[in-house]
């Protein structure tokens, strides 16, 4: 099925290359990345419990990516396939187990002009874009492709896009289905694949809507964002079995976001989002979120600051879920390296307080060095088992990555981050007598060749 689907890609390349010299103004672009990424894991994610023994592990995404560019259209396509180096045996010759099938289309879409293609270059842009594609918006904090996985973040939808003179408005629209069904639209939003995501940890949207409007400042941008997202309803019987029911569960997220210089030197970055309506489960939802950054440009080779995220929670006894959802960001780009919070790994719902310094190093041009600390804690009071209670610190993480670009094509990144846990971090995920000190170490390397261009 894999040789098929890249025949068929390849294929289609070069027939669109053949018909390239008819069309003077076409683009045909050929490209394609292998990036692997050796880690080990001494309490990623969630502390270990002592006398865990940490895990190693080197996974691989390739890609393959197609797109061509002509008048009036954009066409793409992206295949790619994401292992762990020894998943399959080194003779396999078929699909043994389809839960461990990593191919797949992680995009295709086309784009359609609905102004001439003259227009455009006059800064002009009024088009339809429909397929599978990722959705990549601000600093991607709600709406971003979430590249660290390897198997990234993307939604089958439409979008209308239009722009003039610095300003942006886009709509969005999607709605799942699990097959063509004959009657009926329900949904089952716990789809096949791995399940990490921010928004209920695997529960997908049955359809979502939005509207994104930006505008391009003199140093920065501004921008405000409305999305509202549906779930399919259900009841679960006292055996815990689950029905689905006709209706949605609909949920609203909004806020501004501003990005901007502040003299010669500062660079600031701030973010408010409110959420309102229902959750995934039909529980009221009254929930809000903030962000403030500010870096300082030392020089032309050092840069640092402070930075501020808050994110509201539930209390124990809250009978609303005042719990903050950051739907389909990027959360590894925030709330520290080690994906404690908001990724895969669930820590309850009591919301985070993350204080913390950032700073970043170009030691060259090729290489550049990010050492962040981060102080975490709840949002919301903590008790234990016996209903007591627990101090809201969740413990500090340190975070260095180095990069370095070997060529335009060829880039290595490597880390080392450490996280000092507490009793209370414990608690909200789960572990019992946890380790002191958690690590996590990774090298990547990343091969993105331009066959064609």
């Known amino acids: 099925m894999k040789t098929k689907i890249y025949l068929l890609i390849t294929g289609v390349a070069l027939v669109m290359s053949f018909l390239l010299p008819s069309q003077s103004k076409a683009q045909l672009s050929i490209s394609g990345q292998l990036r692997t990424r050796s880690e080990l894991l001494d309490g990623q994610g969630s502390p270990l419990s002592k006398g865990s023994k940490p895990a190693f592990f080197t996974s691989q995404r390739t890609r393959l990516n197609v797109g061509y560019k002509g008048y009036r259209t954009n066409f793409y396509i992206s295949a790619q396939d994401v292992r762990v180096w020894g998943q399959d045996a080194s003779t396999n010759n078929r699909i043994v187990n389809a839960n461990l099938n990593g191919f797949m289309l992680h995009e295709a879409w086309g784009e359609i002009s609905l102004v001439d293609t003259n227009q455009t270059k006059l800064g002009k842009e009024f088009s339809i874009k429909i397929g599978r594609q990722e959705l990549l918006y601000d600093d991607s904090r709600l ?3 979430l590249d660290w996985l390897q198997q990234a973040r993307r939604h089958d939808a439409a979008l209308i896009k239009y722009g003039n003179k610095g300003f942006a408005a886009h709509l969005g629209f999607a709605y799942n289905q699990n ?3 004959k009657t009926g639209t329900l949904y089952n939003g716990v789809p096949n694949g791995y399940a990490a995501g921010t928004n209920g940890i695997g529960t997908m949207y049955k359809s979502m809507q939005f509207v994104y409007l930006g505008k391009k400042l003199s140093q920065g941008n501004v921008s405000f964002l409305i999305l509202k997202d549906d779930f399919q309803k259900y009841t679960l019987t006292a055996t815990g079995t689950k029905t689905l029911e006709k209706g949605v569960n609909s949920r609203v997220t909004l806020g501004p976001y501003i990005q ?3 003299g010669k030197n ?8 409110l959420q309102q309506g229902k959750d995934k489960d039909g529980v009221r939802l009254s929930s809000y979120m903030y962000s403030v950054r500010a870096i300082y440009d030392v ?5 640092l600051g402070p930075g501020f995220d808050y994110t509201s929670g539930s209390g124990s006894r809250s009978n609303k879920n005042r719990s903050f959802d950051p739907l389909y960001g990027t959360p590894h780009k925030f709330w520290g390296q080690m994906d404690y919070f908001y990724a895969a790994n669930g820590f309850g719902k009591g919301g985070l307080s993350d204080l913390y310094l950032t700073s970043t190093i170009k030691a060259s041009p090729k290489l550049s060095i990010q050492a962040d600390l981060h102080q975490f804690s709840s949002a919301a009071q903590i008790n234990d088992a016996k ?9 500090e993480e340190l975070d260095i990555i180095a990069s370095y670009n070997l060529t335009k094509t060829i880039s290595f990144q490597g880390g080392y981050c450490t996280f000092l846990p507490t009793n209370s971090l414990a608690q909200v ?3 019992t007598d946890p380790k002191k000190m958690a690590n996590w170490a990774y090298l990547m390397i990343s091969i993105k060749p331009d066959f064609l261009k």
């Open 429 to 431: 995920k789960g572990v």
């Open 299 to 303: 020089n032309r080779f050092i840069s």
């Open 387 to 395: 209903d007591e209670k627990l101090s809201s610190n969740f413990g």
């Open 266 to 273: 500062w660079n600031f970055t701030a973010s408010g989002y």
């Open 260 to 262: 901007t210089k502040l």
């Open 179 to 181: 097959s063509e069904l």
């Open 143 to 145: 709406l971003g492709n």
